[in-house]
């Protein structure tokens, strides 16, 4: 009797202790998604990141496409902030490995701005910049090199919004769903993430103190009469130098170079120079190169790679003039207000457009001139050295971006053309004058600016140059 009793106890006691095991294990992985801050990670994307998919959906193509690739993101960085929870705080080279899978996003929606330029460009340039705001995650103190998450999601955004201003403007009266995407990405990050990251994470992310660890994978020893493995990658948006001090670390590159030779003589390594090795002594010298030498250095024939000249209009809605050298007759005589225009590559040549059309971008271009008669959205400068552009007409917007010696020519009508300038030199803007013989007077815009900070704000004012 009193054994099958002790018997019953102990197979109590064991069924006991298994389902204890199992309601701990249950525990620890159903506590994370329970956490506020998880919850409300889940609302946020599920407000501002399901209204941009929606967005995109009507649009489709790229922009769907990178909007996927967003969407991703925001589903790894929630992955992320579940494991943080049960994770101690790494080093920087753990918190490099810890943060991959976000980083792989990044550079993934990057490799779509790469290549040939997209109609959907400003799109995808607008995606790719907002991804690094997901950086925030990435904060472990002040030391660590990077603002605050609160002002790295604003200053992230801050970048991206060139790119999505881009959008707005060219889509304006043009397609309401480009203009509801574009405003749908603001406010994604601009209040979204931010408040989010306000509310839950101001600090950034808290790191358990009894979780498992993250360190880097140990590196494969090579096999024997293996060739040696390739370099490091470049370092990406979360790798960071280790903490070790650069007194300790071995000297690399120039520095190593000036080390070596201040460890030595000055006069260490050098050769006695006799008389014979003189130049004003040597007989194979003279002062002058033989006809010979010189139709030999003539017949080599420089060698570039140009790409085929193109000028064509694509589809019924896009004209391409690629690639134009020393052409000074080009002519676009029958366009409309829906078709746009893309010159790429051209150098030395002159194009003329008569008529309305939508859109304008000029590209990597050198020493060319664009006359055109009006344009409904935009008139874009990119990548640019020494180009003329004239208007005979309207255009709402001319914006010119990272490009150097840009002469603009306005007529009365497009006196109030908005001018949009970045990373741009030498812009100069001719309009005619008020008086009857109607010359023109330049105006050079300014790329210097004074920033003062006065009574609590920042006041900028371009700087003025004077010859007195």
């Known amino acids: 009797m009193e054994e099958n009793l002790i018997k019953r106890l102990e197979s109590a006691i064991t069924r006991l202790e298994s389902l204890s095991l199992g309601s701990q294990s249950r525990d620890i992985d159903l506590d994370a998604p329970t956490d506020p801050s998880i919850i409300a990670f889940d609302e946020f994307v599920t407000e501002f990141v399901g209204k941009l998919s929606a967005a995109a959906a009507k649009i489709g193509g790229q922009v769907k496409d990178v909007t996927d690739v967003l969407t991703e993101a925001f589903s790894v960085q929630k992955d992320l902030l579940i494991q943080i929870k049960q994770t101690k705080k790494p080093d920087m080279v753990g918190l490099g490995e810890f943060l991959k899978p976000l980083n792989e996003k990044l550079m993934k929606a990057i490799s779509m701005t790469e290549g040939r330029r997209s109609d959907f460009f400003n799109h995808i340039k607008a995606v790719a910049e907002s991804l690094t705001a997901l950086a925030w995650i990435a904060y472990v103190g002040k030391d660590c090199g990077m603002s605050m998450p609160i002002a790295h999601v604003e200053e992230s955004w801050q970048a991206a919004e060139f790119y999505n201003n881009k959008v707005l403007v060219e ?44 360190s880097a994978p140990p590196k494969a020893a090579p096999k024997p009469g293996a060739p040696a493995p390739p370099p490091p990658p470049p370092a990406s948006l979360f790798t960071s130098e280790s903490s070790q001090p650069s007194s300790s670390r071995p000297k690399e590159g120039m520095a190593a170079v000036f080390q070596e030779i201040g460890s030595k003589p000055v006069t260490a390594g050098l050769r006695k120079v006799t008389d014979d090795m003189k130049t004003k002594n040597r007989a194979d010298r003279a002062g002058f190169v033989s006809a010979g030498e010189k139709e030999v250095r003539a017949s080599v024939p420089s060698v570039s790679k140009v790409a085929p000249p193109k000028f064509e209009l694509q589809m019924g809605r896009k004209w391409v003039v690629e690639n134009q050298i020393g052409k000074k007759d080009l002519l676009i005589d029958q366009c409309d207000s829906k078709q746009t225009v893309y010159i790429f590559g051209c150098k030395d040549s002159v194009l ?3 008529g309305k059309v939508n859109n304008i971008t000029v590209d990597k271009c050198t020493k060319m001139g664009v006359v055109f008669t009006d344009v409904v959205a935009a008139c874009e400068i990119v990548n640019c050295n020494s180009v003329e552009v004239q208007c005979q007409g309207t255009a709402p917007t001319i914006s010119v971006d990272n490009s150097a010696g840009c002469q603009l020519y306005l007529s009365k009508d497009s ?16 309009v005619p004058a008020s008086g009857p013989d109607n010359d023109l007077v330049e105006h050079a815009l300014p790329q210097q600016y004074i920033h003062s900070f006065k009574d609590g704000q920042f006041v900028t004012t371009p700087v003025s140059h004077s010859g007195g």
């Open 415 to 430: 006196l109030e053309a908005s001018i949009t300038t970045a990373k741009s030199s030498e812009i100069n803007v001719l």
């Open 171 to 214: 889509y304006r009266n043009k397609d309401a769903n480009h203009v509801e995407w574009a405003r749908a990405l603001k406010e994604l990050y601009v209040p979204g993430l931010r408040n989010f990251v306000k509310s839950h994470y101001p600090l950034g992310p808290v790191w358990s103190t009894t979780g498992s660890a993250v």
């Open 352 to 354: 003329q457009i008569k």
